[in-house]
Structures are given as C-alpha cells and as structure tokens.
C-alpha cells in the first residue's frame, strides 16, 4: 500500500498554529480597513505556518509547483489550462471569504473562512490527482480533513448527500460571464464519501496558501475520484437528502455521473481511461483503481455496479 | 509563370514553415507548459485546420480579385494542410501513445472524434498522392477534379472533429466552423448553376 501515516514528527515541525491563524486574522483585519481606502487588492500567496508535514504521503515524486500552479482547469477563469494562472491573480479577491452551511443539519449557518478551518489542526497530504482528461500529478496539500468541519454543523439523519457551490461573481470570476456551464459551478458526494478520512479541504499547497487559480481560498480533494469533483473556492455546503446534480453531470449526462470514481475499465467516450499522463513524464503510466485509494475507499462501493454508477 | 508567382511561391513556402520553426523553437525552450505532448498536438492540428481553410479561400480569391496567378498556390497550401495534419496525428501516435497500436485502434473505434479526425486525415491521403502533374495527367482533369472536391468533405470533417474534442467551450471551432461553411456556401450557386462545376 502506498500510503503511509507520518510517524516522528519533530516538535520544531510543529510551528505555533495560533501565530498562523492570528496572522490571517491581522490579514482580514487589514485588507478590511485598507478597503475603506483602497479597492481590495488579489491576495498574494504567503507560506503557511503550523501544519503537520506529510501526514499522509505517496511514493511518486510530487509535480513541480510551477506545473500545478499553471496547468489546471478552472473554467471561471477560461478553458485553456494556462488560463487561471494567468487571469485568476489578478481579479480574485479572496479576502474576505465565508461559507454558508445549510440543508439538514442541527446548527446551520455562515461562517468565515478562518473560523471553519480553525478548530481542526492543519495537515500536509501529498495526494495524486486524476484528471479526467487523462493526465495526473502528484499534489502537497494543506488542509484539514473535511469529516470534523462538517460534523461541528451536526448533520441530521436526513443529510443523505452534501453539495458544494463554487463562488459566483463574474467580476471577480470574468469566465462566468459566459455561458459555457450552468454557473456556480456545483458538485457534490454521498454522506460517507463527504466523511471518509481521505476526503480533504485544502487551504494550501507546497507550504503556501492556495493560489487563486488553484481555488483559493478553500477547495475540496478527493484524491479516489477524478479531478473535477473536487470543486474549487467554496462558498456554500448544503446537506441534503438528494442525490444533487452536478454541474458537470447537466453538461454531459452521458460523460460525467454523479460518483465518477476514477476507474481504468470504465472509459469515458471522450478518453481511455485505462492509462494516464502523469505531467512532467513521456510515457504513459496505467491508471490505478480508485487512483490507487481503493484499500480505504472501495468499501464505499460495496454491491455497487460502478459502470452503471460511473 | 509570372514574375510575381516566382517570388511569392517561396516567400508563401516559408512562411508556411514559420509555424514549424516556431513550435519546434518552443519546444526546445521549455515554452509549450506543463503538458508539452498535448500543446505540440493541438498546436499542429490547429495549423493543419487552417492550411485546409486557406487553401479553400484560394479560389474564391482568385475569383473576387482576378488574381489568376493566385490559384498556383492552391496545390502548395492544400500540401501544407496535408503536412501539418501527418505532423499532427504522427504527434498522436508516436509522442502521445509511443505506438501503442492498441490503444490507438480502440481510441479510433470508440472515441468518436478520433475515428472523425483519421476519416478526414485518411481522405486527404489520395488527394495528396495526386498533387503532382504527371499524377495529375495520368489520372485526368475531369477525374481529377472530381476527386479533390473531397476537401468540401475533409473541412467540414475537420472541423466536427474539433468541435467533438471540445468539452464545454466551442467557441474556437464555431469560429472554424463559419468561416469553412462561407468558403464552400460562396461554391455553391456556382456547383448548382448552369455552369454546373467548380
């Protein structure tokens, strides 16, 4: 198996949290009385302080940051793959940021950025990331595991799924002004996918806060399934009893479903999905069931016919 | 040939090349991104589209302008659209699959604009084969030119191929797709008037 749990981790590692999370209060603070002054400015990526490293790890070598950070979908920001990178930092203010919970759950409510990630301790998890489109990386991110950040808003029995809703703002996200998705940009998972302990909120990555075109300020990964369900700068979470339609699963009902688990057996009709590019790499490698998680997650699936399921 | 055909047939010759020299310049320097493979590929299909709507302009050109000398670049142009699109599925098969015949006959089978894309590529073989005069001679003019209207079907393959590869944003191959629906609609009361050809 390839992942491993970090076992010594020196205490130096382990950088005062509250110094982290006081700076990007200070941050908050700031961009607020500066924007009495001055129009909000796109926030610069600073290093992140206080997280465990490498909780959790796999064998491939991890993808160069100026390969993740420049190769990437994110359509509110244009198609081409070289495009968030280059539009995103220079019209996304993600200062400041809250998400709104809601649906069936006992304590709903909108809270701000840093005080939804603030109660779990940061974590560093270097995951490999599927794309649909048949090419892959190896990504360090930060973050928390989503499980405990949503529990705290107690889920009710009826909390069957949960669904995520991207920003929408074309001002700040000029891809949405035309109409190529259904705007905001939506996803969603089943309750125990939601709460699997591979299922990750990232704020970071390589050390740094998120990128603009990477999803800042906060994004979901789940490293089983292909890339386009881990929707990007959230703002809302609802819980609901539904099985959500997607954004992607309206584009294309025949080429995106709802679970899309990555699965070399199961083409899609545009791309084999038996192998993959891994960026930075010449030959092709074979995709892994699951991208090579299925020991933690395909019990999920358990009876389930994942080619009808796709 | 003129003396104006005699300069312009090199001077068009390189700068169908410049696209060449410059893709292979930014592969060198590291400037295709992260996924050079695939920027390599959709940059030689682009170029091979556009020869393909080039040289479909010629005539229409040579009519509106009267530039007969024009049409004597109709054959090098329609080779560059050839050219670019066996530099474009060779980027296919030897970088992107590294001649995994398998895989390159499922995704030719099943992928549907792939198998759009090789009807295309696999059309314009025989118009390529009979680009030279004595192909020309040896095949005959009424033949000959019954033959090369495939491009009226090769373009339009094309483009499809395009517009199926594109996940959500078909705003690039719409704009292929007029401009290749003008060039053969300005045929049209020509292929259908008393003239009766083109």
């Given at each position: 198996m390839l992942l491993r749990h970090a076992v010594d981790i020196r205490e130096?590692?382990?950088?005062?949290r509250a110094l982290y999370l006081d700076r990007r209060r200070f941050l908050t603070l700031a961009a607020g009385a500066a924007g009495l002054a001055l129009a909000p400015r796109p926030v610069q990526a600073g290093p992140l302080a206080g997280y465990r490293k490498r909780a959790m790890t796999v064998d491939d070598k991890p993808t160069s940051f100026e390969a993740i950070t420049t190769y990437n979908n994110f359509y509110e920001f244009g198609t081409d793959k070289s495009d968030p990178s280059k539009y995103a930092p220079g019209v996304f203010v993600t200062k400041p940021w809250s998400v709104a919970v809601d649906g069936e759950c006992g304590k709903p409510g909108t809270v701000a950025f840093e005080d939804l990630i603030r109660p779990v301790p940061l974590e560093e998890r270097i995951y490999r990331h599927r794309c649909v489109e048949a090419w892959s990386m190896v990504i360090p991110w930060v973050g928390v595991p989503l499980a405990p950040v949503l529990k705290r808003f107690e889920p009710g029995s009826r909390a069957k799924y949960v669904r995520f809703t991207t920003l929408l703002d074309p001002k700040r996200m000029p891809g949405q002004s035309r109409p190529i998705l259904d705007w905001p940009y939506r996803e969603g998972l089943r309750i125990d996918e939601a709460m699997h302990p591979l299922t990750f909120l990232a704020v970071g990555l390589y050390g740094q806060d998120l990128l603009p075109q990477n999803g800042a300020p906060l994004r979901l990964v789940v490293p089983w399934k292909y890339g386009f369900k881990s929707i990007k700068s959230i703002v809302r979470i609802s819980f609901v009893e539904k099985q959500p339609t997607t954004t992607w699963m309206e584009a294309g009902p025949d080429e995106y479903g709802f679970y899309s688990n990555v699965n070399p057996h199961v083409d899609h009709p545009r791309w084999s999905q038996a192998t993959e590019r891994r960026i930075g790499e010449f030959f092709r490698r074979k995709t892994l069931m699951f991208n090579g998680y299925g020991d933690q997650v395909a019990s999920l699936y358990q009876g389930m016919d994942l080619r009808a399921n796709f | 040939m003129s003396r104006a055909l005699r300069l312009a047939k090199p001077a068009v010759f390189a700068v169908s090349l410049l696209p060449l020299v410059w893709v292979a310049w930014l592969a060198v320097a590291g400037g295709l991104g992260a996924n050079p493979i695939e920027a390599l590929n959709r940059f030689l299909g682009d170029w091979a589209l556009r020869f393909l709507l080039v040289a479909l302009a010629v005539t229409p050109v040579r009519r509106l302008t009267g530039w007969a000398a024009v049409g004597r670049l109709r054959r090098m142009l329609g080779l560059f659209a050839f050219f670019y699109a066996v530099l474009h599925v060779s980027s296919y098969v030897g970088l992107d699959q590294f001649f995994d015949w398998q895989a390159i006959g499922k995704d030719i089978l099943k992928r549907h604009y792939i198998t759009v894309g090789m009807a295309a590529l696999t059309l314009l073989v025989p118009l390529a084969a009979t680009s030279t005069q004595s192909m020309i001679r040896r095949v005959g003019g009424r033949n000959w030119r019954r033959l090369h209207r495939a491009v009226y079907v090769i373009t339009p393959l094309a483009v499809v191929h395009f517009w199926m590869m594109v996940k959500a944003d078909h705003s690039r191959p719409l704009v292929y797709g007029v401009v290749a629906a003008l060039l053969l609609a300005v045929r049209l009361p020509r292929f259908l008037g008393p003239a009766g050809r083109t």
């Open positions: 130096s590692e382990i950088t005062d | -």
